[in-house]
Protein backbone atom coordinates (compact mmCIF):
# COMPACT_ATOMS: atom_id res chain seq x y z
CA UNK A 1 0.00 0.00 0.00
CA UNK A 2 3.03 2.79 0.88
CA UNK A 3 4.66 1.79 -2.63
CA UNK A 4 0.89 1.88 -4.01
CA UNK A 5 0.23 5.91 -2.81
CA UNK A 6 3.66 7.09 -3.18
CA UNK A 7 3.29 6.16 -6.96
CA UNK A 8 -0.40 7.92 -6.52
CA UNK A 9 0.98 10.71 -5.28
CA UNK A 10 3.82 10.92 -8.31
CA UNK A 11 0.91 11.19 -11.14
CA UNK A 12 -1.17 13.48 -9.13
CA UNK A 13 2.30 15.71 -9.27
CA UNK A 14 3.09 15.53 -12.51
CA UNK A 15 -0.62 15.71 -13.61
CA UNK A 16 -0.87 19.54 -11.51
CA UNK A 17 2.39 20.33 -12.93
CA UNK A 18 1.36 19.95 -16.50
CA UNK A 19 -2.00 22.10 -15.71
CA UNK A 20 0.07 24.48 -13.84
CA UNK A 21 2.46 24.97 -16.74
CA UNK A 22 -0.47 25.10 -19.85
CA UNK A 23 -2.13 28.06 -17.42
CA UNK A 24 0.69 30.29 -17.32
CA UNK A 25 0.90 30.19 -21.14
CA UNK A 26 -1.67 32.19 -22.13
CA UNK A 27 -2.71 33.14 -26.00
CA UNK A 28 -0.40 36.15 -26.90
CA UNK A 29 -0.62 38.66 -29.36
CA UNK A 30 0.77 37.30 -33.01
CA UNK A 31 0.92 33.84 -32.21
CA UNK A 32 -1.79 32.61 -34.36
CA UNK A 33 -4.11 31.23 -32.34
CA UNK A 34 -8.26 32.97 -31.86
CA UNK A 35 -8.42 36.27 -29.96
CA UNK A 36 -4.62 37.17 -30.90
CA UNK A 37 -4.03 40.12 -33.68
CA UNK A 38 0.20 40.93 -34.42
CA UNK A 39 1.28 44.38 -34.08
CA UNK A 40 0.92 44.66 -38.22
CA UNK A 41 -2.72 43.47 -37.82
CA UNK A 42 -3.63 46.14 -35.23
CA UNK A 43 -2.12 48.72 -37.33
CA UNK A 44 -3.24 47.48 -40.57
CA UNK A 45 -6.82 47.54 -38.42
CA UNK A 46 -6.11 51.63 -36.94
CA UNK A 47 -4.89 52.83 -40.57
CA UNK A 48 -8.70 52.10 -41.86
CA UNK A 49 -10.70 53.68 -39.62
CA UNK A 50 -12.07 57.09 -40.46
CA UNK A 51 -9.43 59.73 -39.72
CA UNK A 52 -6.48 57.25 -38.38
CA UNK A 53 -5.00 58.46 -41.82
CA UNK A 54 -6.83 56.71 -44.57
CA UNK A 55 -9.90 57.55 -46.26
CA UNK A 56 -13.30 59.01 -44.53
CA UNK A 57 -16.69 58.28 -44.46
CA UNK A 58 -18.53 59.86 -47.26
CA UNK A 59 -15.03 59.71 -49.64
CA UNK A 60 -15.57 58.50 -52.90
CA UNK A 61 -12.12 58.57 -54.33
CA UNK A 62 -8.87 56.35 -54.14
CA UNK A 63 -5.79 56.86 -51.77
CA UNK A 64 -7.77 59.80 -49.74
CA UNK A 65 -5.73 60.60 -46.79
CA UNK A 66 -7.11 61.90 -43.07
CA UNK A 67 -7.35 65.96 -42.59
CA UNK A 68 -4.64 65.92 -40.31
CA UNK A 69 -2.27 64.56 -42.84
CA UNK A 70 -3.78 66.82 -45.37
CA UNK A 71 -2.59 69.70 -43.39
CA UNK A 72 1.01 67.88 -43.14
CA UNK A 73 1.11 67.63 -46.53
CA UNK A 74 0.16 71.09 -47.50
CA UNK A 75 2.77 72.89 -45.19
CA UNK A 76 5.07 71.16 -46.58
CA UNK A 77 4.51 72.09 -50.04
CA UNK A 78 6.90 74.21 -51.58
CA UNK A 79 4.99 77.35 -52.21
CA UNK A 80 5.87 79.52 -55.31
CA UNK A 81 4.77 81.35 -58.74
CA UNK A 82 3.28 79.40 -61.68
CA UNK A 83 5.65 78.67 -64.50
CA UNK A 84 4.91 79.67 -67.88
CA UNK A 85 3.40 77.70 -70.18
CA UNK A 86 5.75 77.77 -73.02
CA UNK A 87 5.92 74.13 -74.50
CA UNK A 88 3.07 73.07 -72.99
CA UNK A 89 1.03 70.35 -74.64
CA UNK A 90 -1.49 67.80 -73.68
CA UNK A 91 -0.19 65.22 -75.74
CA UNK A 92 2.84 65.49 -73.94
CA UNK A 93 0.87 63.87 -71.14
CA UNK A 94 0.07 60.16 -72.83
CA UNK A 95 -3.76 59.37 -72.00
CA UNK A 96 -5.79 57.62 -72.10
CA UNK A 97 -3.49 54.59 -71.55
CA UNK A 98 -4.21 51.07 -71.67
CA UNK A 99 -4.86 49.27 -68.63
CA UNK A 100 -5.51 45.76 -69.72
CA UNK A 101 -8.92 43.56 -70.92
CA UNK A 102 -9.35 45.76 -73.88
CA UNK A 103 -10.16 48.70 -71.37
CA UNK A 104 -8.00 52.06 -70.85
CA UNK A 105 -7.91 54.62 -68.37
CA UNK A 106 -11.42 56.25 -69.16
CA UNK A 107 -13.51 53.39 -68.97
CA UNK A 108 -11.64 51.86 -65.69
CA UNK A 109 -12.55 54.86 -63.62
CA UNK A 110 -16.02 54.80 -65.42
CA UNK A 111 -16.17 51.42 -63.70
CA UNK A 112 -14.84 52.58 -60.80
CA UNK A 113 -17.26 55.67 -59.96
CA UNK A 114 -20.53 54.04 -61.32
CA UNK A 115 -23.27 51.96 -59.85
CA UNK A 116 -24.72 49.15 -62.16
CA UNK A 117 -22.05 49.74 -64.96
CA UNK A 118 -22.48 47.20 -67.45
CA UNK A 119 -19.96 47.57 -70.67
CA UNK A 120 -19.74 46.33 -74.18
CA UNK A 121 -17.23 43.77 -75.70
CA UNK A 122 -14.95 46.53 -76.20
CA UNK A 123 -15.32 48.09 -72.62
CA UNK A 124 -17.53 50.54 -73.20
CA UNK A 125 -20.02 51.77 -70.55
CA UNK A 126 -22.90 51.22 -71.79
CA UNK A 127 -25.02 51.82 -68.92
CA UNK A 128 -24.61 52.95 -65.29
CA UNK A 129 -25.31 55.86 -62.72
CA UNK A 130 -22.86 58.11 -61.55
CA UNK A 131 -22.94 60.91 -59.08
CA UNK A 132 -20.87 64.11 -60.10
CA UNK A 133 -18.90 65.09 -57.37
CA UNK A 134 -18.69 68.82 -57.88
CA UNK A 135 -22.03 70.04 -58.94
CA UNK A 136 -24.14 66.47 -56.98
CA UNK A 137 -25.83 65.98 -60.51
CA UNK A 138 -26.94 62.35 -61.44
CA UNK A 139 -25.47 61.13 -64.72
CA UNK A 140 -27.18 58.13 -66.33
CA UNK A 141 -25.23 58.67 -69.85
CA UNK A 142 -21.71 57.78 -70.21
CA UNK A 143 -21.60 59.98 -72.95
CA UNK A 144 -22.12 62.84 -70.39
CA UNK A 145 -19.22 62.73 -68.41
CA UNK A 146 -15.94 63.91 -68.51
CA UNK A 147 -12.46 61.63 -66.52
CA UNK A 148 -11.19 64.76 -64.70
CA UNK A 149 -7.89 65.25 -63.85
CA UNK A 150 -8.00 66.86 -59.95
CA UNK A 151 -4.74 68.48 -60.13
CA UNK A 152 -5.44 69.77 -63.90
CA UNK A 153 -2.58 68.91 -66.32
CA UNK A 154 -1.88 72.51 -67.56
CA UNK A 155 -1.32 73.01 -64.34
CA UNK A 156 0.70 70.50 -63.21
CA UNK A 157 2.63 71.70 -66.23
CA UNK A 158 2.62 75.42 -64.22
CA UNK A 159 3.85 73.49 -61.30
CA UNK A 160 6.44 71.27 -61.90
CA UNK A 161 5.51 69.16 -64.72
CA UNK A 162 7.20 70.51 -67.53
CA UNK A 163 10.52 69.50 -65.97
CA UNK A 164 9.34 65.56 -66.22
CA UNK A 165 10.05 62.95 -68.19
CA UNK A 166 7.65 61.21 -70.49
CA UNK A 167 7.13 58.41 -67.98
CA UNK A 168 6.32 60.59 -65.27
CA UNK A 169 3.93 62.78 -67.38
CA UNK A 170 1.89 59.52 -68.20
CA UNK A 171 2.33 58.12 -64.69
CA UNK A 172 0.48 61.39 -63.92
CA UNK A 173 -2.54 61.40 -66.15
CA UNK A 174 -3.64 57.86 -65.64
CA UNK A 175 -2.94 57.61 -61.69
CA UNK A 176 -5.58 55.27 -60.28
CA UNK A 177 -4.01 54.73 -57.24
CA UNK A 178 -3.95 58.53 -55.80
CA UNK A 179 -7.36 60.81 -55.99
CA UNK A 180 -6.16 62.17 -59.28
CA UNK A 181 -9.13 60.86 -61.43
CA UNK A 182 -12.64 60.78 -61.21
CA UNK A 183 -15.87 60.96 -63.60
CA UNK A 184 -18.10 64.21 -63.07
CA UNK A 185 -20.51 65.93 -65.40
CA UNK A 186 -18.73 67.36 -68.73
CA UNK A 187 -20.32 70.80 -67.63
CA UNK A 188 -19.01 70.97 -64.27
CA UNK A 189 -15.47 69.77 -65.49
CA UNK A 190 -14.84 71.97 -68.63
CA UNK A 191 -16.08 75.30 -65.95
CA UNK A 192 -12.89 73.82 -63.62
CA UNK A 193 -11.00 74.01 -66.59
CA UNK A 194 -7.24 74.05 -65.82
CA UNK A 195 -7.76 76.12 -62.51
CA UNK A 196 -6.35 75.84 -59.00
CA UNK A 197 -9.07 75.85 -55.87
CA UNK A 198 -8.56 79.48 -55.89
CA UNK A 199 -10.03 80.51 -59.06
CA UNK A 200 -12.26 77.27 -58.68
CA UNK A 201 -14.43 75.41 -56.81
CA UNK A 202 -17.03 73.28 -56.83
CA UNK A 203 -20.08 74.31 -56.46
CA UNK A 204 -21.12 71.60 -54.61
CA UNK A 205 -19.94 72.45 -51.05
CA UNK A 206 -20.25 69.36 -49.28
CA UNK A 207 -17.25 68.39 -51.42
CA UNK A 208 -15.01 70.44 -50.60
CA UNK A 209 -13.18 68.63 -47.87
CA UNK A 210 -12.90 65.98 -50.09
CA UNK A 211 -11.82 68.22 -52.69
CA UNK A 212 -8.80 70.00 -50.63
CA UNK A 213 -7.22 66.24 -48.99
CA UNK A 214 -7.19 65.13 -52.84
CA UNK A 215 -5.61 68.31 -54.33
CA UNK A 216 -2.87 68.54 -51.58
CA UNK A 217 -2.60 64.82 -52.03
CA UNK A 218 -1.57 64.57 -55.62
CA UNK A 219 0.50 67.89 -55.68
CA UNK A 220 2.30 66.63 -52.52
CA UNK A 221 2.72 62.92 -53.61
CA UNK A 222 4.37 64.31 -57.23
CA UNK A 223 6.38 67.03 -55.44
CA UNK A 224 4.19 70.40 -57.52
CA UNK A 225 4.38 73.53 -55.53
CA UNK A 226 1.11 75.62 -54.76
CA UNK A 227 0.65 79.87 -54.95
CA UNK A 228 -0.03 81.53 -51.83
CA UNK A 229 -4.30 81.85 -52.78
CA UNK A 230 -3.90 78.12 -53.97
CA UNK A 231 -2.78 77.17 -50.31
CA UNK A 232 -4.76 80.34 -48.51
CA UNK A 233 -8.16 78.30 -50.12
CA UNK A 234 -6.79 74.23 -49.73
CA UNK A 235 -6.69 75.29 -46.12
CA UNK A 236 -10.79 76.94 -46.16
CA UNK A 237 -11.26 74.28 -47.88
CA UNK A 238 -9.85 72.01 -45.22
CA UNK A 239 -11.41 74.07 -42.84
CA UNK A 240 -15.25 72.73 -43.81
CA UNK A 241 -14.06 68.41 -42.78
CA UNK A 242 -15.85 67.67 -39.77
CA UNK A 243 -13.85 67.74 -36.52
Known amino acids: MGRQSGALGAVVAVALLVGLSGCGSPVGPGDGKTGGKSPTDAASSAASQPGAGGAQAGDVLPGMVSVSVARTQLAALTVGKPATMAGYSRDKFTHWAE????????????????????????????????????????????????????????????????GWDAAKRKAFANDLTRPQLLAVSASSNRSKGDQSPDLWQPTDKSSWCQYGRAWTTVKSHYGLTVTEPERAKITAMLDTCAS
Do not use: F
Open 99 to 162: QGNKCDTREVVLKRDGADVTQDGECRAQSGKWKSLYDGAVVTDAAKLDIDHMVPLAEAWRSGAA
